[in-house]
């Protein structure tokens, strides 16, 4: 009980105190959230150095059409596949699948 008697508002912070203020409050708003900031931080890392790396190939006359023919070529083989599992890979089956 003395010392809370004794004891002087302005005095420097002891022990005992809990120490609230803008540095302890950025330091609890910061430390949740250390992840996050460091996932953005990386994703702009990695989107800079991914353009470096891919622009000779995105700057190609014919990468598009390339790109498109690819992705048709792929759909064509899964449609392929599927047919074939569920044995419908023949003109009537396509037909009858399609409607």
């Known amino acids: ?6 004891k002087d508002c302005c005095s420097t912070n002891t022990k005992n105190e809990k ?3 803008f540095s302890s409050g ?3 708003a910061i430390i949740p959230h250390s992840f996050c900031i460091l996932f ?3 994703s702009i890392i990695g989107a800079t150095f991914a353009t470096q790396i891919l622009r000779q190939f995105l700057l190609l006359p014919y990468f598009m059409p390339i790109l498109i023919g690819l992705s048709l070529l792929f759909a064509l ?8 599992r569920i044995n ?4 009537k089956g396509i037909i009858a699948k399609k409607t």
């Open 40 to 42: 953005v931080v990386l």
């Open 19 to 21: 120490v609230n203020g």
């Open 88 to 91: 419908s890979l023949s003109w």
């Open 77 to 84: 083989i899964s449609a392929i596949f599927y047919l074939k």
């Open 1 to 6: 009980m003395e010392n809370i008697k004794n």
């Open 26 to 28: 950025l330091l609890y």
